[in-house]
């Protein structure tokens, strides 16, 4: 069996990490399991210590993404496992994915049901991103924004130069994966209520999560995006034209700055469609 390696980004999850690290290490005794401290001001070293645990720490807090690639550089397996730290995720349901990834599978994901998740609008939210994903890459893709996953770790390393600092990390890995057609699978599993208080705030994070939607298709076809828009821009300008034909007999200034709109966004696509070839291009 390949060398695993369990990696969990923390900020001040502590209660959780005296609970979780004990269990992770009686299921996975073999693994090398390693906290990232993402600027903690509570006693997670100390906890880590305590259960024989590697952590890293920073001297300050860069970001939950952030913490998930310092893991993943530090970390010597094989097969990498990231869960959260703050004790949603069950120790036990890291054989299921690691069963599936044996399957022949390079990232397997642990899917939230509707009762996992953290309040209505999280929920509906996360519902629109799967929906747009599965669109976008024409596969099933039952969670996007779960932190619960499987990877091997040459694949996910080829990609930590896209993964951001905050919270889209996974966004960013799953489209990134299926870009590249490396197979994705989904498990379903229950997430228990978290331990403590979470990070995200509705008010400061709403924006970047908005900003997942544009990311997901930028990350994976753009032109599936912007080929639409361009598409609607034309329509209303042609709309606008035939009204103010039949009433005035003219063409107006909005008509063409529609027009001129449609070319300009499909011409950002075509544009935005080649870097994104060349953000996965893979040197010989």
């Not at 906290?35 to 210590?49: E, H, N, P, Q, Y």
């Not at 496992?81 to 299921?96: S, T």
């Not at 599978?105 to 599965?134: E, H, K, P």
Request: hydrophobic share 45%.
């Amino acid at each position: 069996m390949n060398h695993l390696s369990i990696i969990l980004p923390a900020k001040n999850e502590a209660p959780a990490l005296a609970t979780l690290l004990p269990r992770l290490r009686a299921t996975h005794p073999e693994a090398e399991i390693i906290v990232v401290d993402d600027g903690s001001t509570d006693d997670t070293r100390g906890i880590c210590a305590s259960s024989g645990v590697q952590c890293l720490s920073s001297p300050y807090s860069m970001g939950n993404g952030a913490a998930i690639k310092r893991g993943a550089r530090a970390a010597g397996g094989d097969i990498l496992v990231f869960m959260d730290g703050d004790g949603q995720h069950d120790p036990a349901d890291v054989a299921r994915l690691l069963d599936q990834l044996n399957r022949g599978y390079d990232m397997v994901v642990g899917a939230r049901d509707w009762g996992s998740q953290a309040g209505v609008g999280r929920g509906i939210a996360n519902t629109l991103y799967n929906w747009l994903a599965t669109k976008m890459t024409g596969h099933p893709v039952l969670d996007l924004t779960s932190g619960f996953r499987a990877v091997r770790a040459d694949k996910f390393r080829e990609f930590l130069h896209l993964l951001p600092n905050g919270f889209s990390y996974p966004t960013t890995s799953t489209m990134a994966f299926f870009r590249s057609a490396y197979p994705v699978a989904y498990i379903p599993i229950k997430a228990a209520q978290r331990v403590g208080k979470s990070h995200i705030k509705p008010l400061r994070d709403g924006l970047r999560f908005l900003l997942i939607i544009f990311k997901i298709a930028t990350l994976y076809s753009p032109l599936k995006l912007f080929v639409p828009a361009s598409g609607l821009f034309f329509l209303l300008g042609c709309a606008n034209y035939a009204w103010t034909f039949v009433h005035e007999g003219r063409l107006t200034n909005g008509s063409t700055l529609m027009w001129s709109a449609a070319v300009i966004v499909f011409l950002i696509g075509l544009v935005s469609e080649q870097i994104t070839g060349l953000m996965y291009r893979r040197d010989a």
